[in-house]
């Protein structure tokens, strides 16, 4: 049964969190290659981005190029810029600013969610599914890590004793009627294939 959904994509904007560093009059790749951070250049600048994601997707990227050109180390404008890149299919592209979000959101579940929707798109499901574990272990109970690692699971044919409670809590938690219906469907599916007897 080849029962096909959409991985959604979680909320492009999150809480940006400030961090610490050199205050500058320039970015890093400033013309005199000062390297200073400008923080707050980088967080407005970040805030239009954001306003342009839905209704001007080559605006909001060069907007976060930009505000990360004020501060690379801006989290939450890798992982948007993630975002876009991944709806162009530029995988690797993609893939590099969820890496980037990660290691600078360390408690944040939404960059290793995207990166597992990166690698899976890319082929790399094993990949994927470590990285929807991390999300998971980052924030348990985050719905979009539980809906990518039974989205991989049951695509790749990598079920396991927990893809049920996984489809469980989907059909349970989701608002999305798309999801719910799809993890029902796959629900009974499981249900209806025979017991593997011990060897």
């Not at 492009?12 to 200073?36: E, F, I, K, N």
């Not at 927990?162 to 989701?174: A, F």
């Amino acid at each position: 049964m080849n029962i096909r959904v959409p991985i959604i994509l979680p909320a492009l904007a999150v809480a940006t969190a400030l961090l610490a560093g050199c205050g500058g009059a320039r970015g890093p790749y400033s013309a005199d290659g000062s390297g200073q951070r400008d923080e707050a250049r980088a967080q407005a600048t970040y805030r239009s981005a954001n306003e342009a994601l839905a209704s001007d997707p080559k605006k909001a990227e060069a907007l976060l190029r930009e505000a990360l050109g004020y501060d690379l180390y801006l989290g939450p404008a890798h992982n948007n810029l993630g975002v876009l890149l991944l709806k162009q299919d530029r995988l690797y592209d993609a893939a590099e600013e969820f890496e980037w979000a990660r290691k600078l959101m360390p408690g944040n579940p939404e960059p290793r969610v995207n990166l597992a929707i990166a690698l899976e798109r890319g082929g790399k499901h094993l990949d994927a599914l470590d990285a929807a574990h991390a999300a998971l272990e980052s924030a348990p109970g985050n719905l979009p890590a539980i809906q990518a690692i039974a989205y991989i699971q049951v695509r790749e044919g990598l079920t396991d004793a927990q893809t049920r409670g996984h489809l469980d809590t989907i059909i349970m938690r989701s608002t999305d009627e798309r999801w719910r219906d799809w993890a029902q469907r796959w629900r009974l599916t499981l249900d209806a294939r025979p017991a593997v007897a011990a060897p």
